[in-house]
């Protein structure tokens, strides 16, 4: 498997996907870039998963692993965390079990890679990422871009803006190993909320984020979506997100414990405009409401979309 050609590691976390797994494994082996490998940690799948991968990985030795875990992991955002350790080619992307990748997704994201390189240089953290086309299970197209579906800006990529509002999908991503370098494990694993957002944050505090404005990805929604593609410009779904008053504060509480973990991960590493920046905004909720607010005008920790910040300040 291992090659002097392959520069970078794809990571592919499954449970339970065997209905398209086939399909994803298929659109990477199709893909125009080909220096890359393939590894697939099944995470205790019950169906046919790790029976479809292992398939794959005889027939493709030389691009295709298959890793089985011996006890689950409890998410999809664990088992994406345990496997970057495993990334020992210069680029890293991860990747669903249940999407397309289009053809030029590879030779794209690591064209935008080189080209962040060339202007940061390659020790500096960097990720890149890309739009999506939103489908349905038969991959019928119901949105060409993700980013508007969710009312998001790729230019929303600062760690004042990460912190509250996530604009990366992991689907989408490669990192280089200058990123993976500042990767440690997380004590509390449960206060980060996702791994892509989790990355995002990193490279916005140490490095550079990059973005491809073409959609890469068929992201495939079914029932079975851990996360999915929720369309913000919908009446429906902001009347019901607004009547979700306890549902809309445990988000913004999930999003200060993820920046109190990462200023404990990166105190030591972070300067000290960062420091204060995560500790305002983890402290939160030790503070009446007026000083709640204070902290969000003070360090502009909105989302985007005034219904969003509208929602923020009732809720915060």
Request: aromatic residues 10%; positive net charge.
């Amino acid at each position: 498997m291992e090659g002097a050609d392959i520069v970078i590691t794809i990571l592919m976390a499954t449970y339970n996907g065997e209905s398209y797994l086939a399909e994803q494994i298929e659109s990477i082996l199709r893909q125009t870039e080909t220096r890359w490998k393939l590894i697939i940690q099944d995470d205790c799948s019950t169906d046919r998963s790790a029976a479809v991968a292992q398939e794959y990985a005889e027939q493709y030795p030389e691009k295709i692993r298959l890793i089985r875990r011996d006890s689950p992991s409890g998410s999809a955002k664990n088992n994406f965390f345990s496997m970057l350790s495993l990334a020992d080619t210069p680029y890293c992307m991860t990747c669903d079990q249940d999407d397309v990748w289009l053809p030029e997704k590879i030779a794209l994201t690591l064209e935008k890679m080189r080209e962040l390189e060339s202007a940061c240089g390659a020790d500096t953290p960097l990720l890149v990422h890309t739009d999506l086309k939103v489908v349905d299970s038969r991959l019928n197209e119901l949105s060409g871009s993700l980013l508007y579906i969710q009312d998001l800006s790729a230019k929303r990529d600062a760690l004042h803006q990460l912190i509250v509002q996530n604009i990366v999908t992991g689907c989408t991503m490669m990192v280089n190993q200058a990123l993976l370098a500042r990767f440690v494990p997380i004590p509390e694993a449960q206060n980060c909320i996702m791994h892509d957002w989790w990355l995002a944050i990193l490279a916005a505090a140490f490095g550079k984020i990059g973005f491809v404005e073409t959609p890469t990805i068929l992201y495939r929604q079914h029932g079975s979506n851990q996360v999915g593609a929720k369309n913000a410009h919908s009446l429906s779904y902001n009347w019901a997100r607004f009547r979700d008053r306890a549902g809309a504060r445990t988000v913004l509480r999930d999003t200060y414990r993820q920046a109190g973990e990462f200023l404990k991960v990166y105190r030591a590493k972070l300067d000290t405009q960062q420091v204060r920046l995560l500790d305002a905004y983890s402290g939160i909720p030790l503070h009446p409401k007026w000083k709640r607010v204070w902290v969000l005008l003070r360090y502009r920790l909105f989302k985007k979309g005034f219904k969003r910040k509208l929602a923020q300040i009732l809720f915060v």
